[in-house]
């Protein structure tokens, strides 16, 4: 494929999803904010901070520099939700009004409450591309089957980064509800973190699932209300991720609700571990009063991540609220 594409960040996820497309271009430039590792990408093909034992594709070139993405068609930004901002900003000074850029970050900014395409669109003045599904890095590095949703207003833009994305291995949906479709990734983090503190709790799995229809069922009127479609959660970026993140150890949100379902208060700031969830409990506990919504769900997990109240009280709370 003639497509010149590039990757801002090579974490997990970025340096997966280099190694798909780099099946369907010629060239794959990975931007490493880090300069030994781009230099150990290009002499060795190797990431050994997040894949050691896996080699990368030939065509994946390293780069240091945002000045070398200047003839880029697509970008991913696989970087979190907190640099979005700052990274499109500086980014913007060196791509070409034609270039799309698909972001994956499964957040909101804690200052503005927006999604990740309102910051995109805000800064490069051109709709973005959201990204979302059930996709776990190191699965989608190893080319192991896998599924994801697109979702952008303009459809040019969702076919060029469907052919970008898009192997007999990774099934790609394409939709235009960027609202619902971003929303399912945030509201995501606080479902997985719910099931983990009823898992640290060590509750039982009848009670724990019925929570989790309940929570189901809450994702789709939330997002309904703020503009989104309610069958959008029924997709990859739905249904798919939000299962994956609640009920599988590789989920940050997911772990970090099962250590305060133990009573093991996390000092994310000491840990360097960032946990998108958190943040985004506060501004959906905003949302929910701004828009009179009664979720239990995102009441349960605030009362435990953000008052540090009793879990099991809490837990007793959500039950009685069914």
Known sequence: MKLNVGVIGSGAMGTAISQSIAENVDKLFLYARREEICNE???????SQYYPNLKLKDNIIGINDFSKLKDADIIFLCIPSSTVRNVTEELNDYISKDCILVTTAKGMEANTNKRMTEIIEETTK????????PNI???MAQNLSTATT???????YLTKVKNSLETKKFKVNTNTDVI???????LKNVVAISQGICEGLDINDNARFALFT?????????IEVLGGKRDIVDDY????????????????????????????VVDEKSSGILFEGRNTTVILKGICEKYNLNSL?????????????????????????L
């Open 180 to 186: 619902g479709t971003e929303y399912c990734g945030i």
């Open 237 to 264: 970026c739905g249904f798919g991720d939000i299962i994956t993140a609640s009920t599988l150890s590789v989920s940050r949100n997911h772990t970090l609700g099962v250590l305060y379902g133990q009573g093991i």
């Open 41 to 47: 990408i290009n002499s060795k093909h190797y990431n």
């Open 137 to 139: 890095a190191s699965e």
């Open 214 to 222: 309940k929570s189901y069922n809450e994702t789709k009127e939330i």
């Open 297 to 321: 769900t995102v009441d349960f997990v605030y009362d435990v991540i953000v008052e540090k109240n009793n879990p099991k009280l809490a837990f007793n709370n959500f039950w009685d609220g």
């Open 126 to 133: 051109r709709p973005a591309v959201a990204l979302s599904g």
């Open 150 to 156: 697109i979702a952008c207003d303009n459809k040019e």
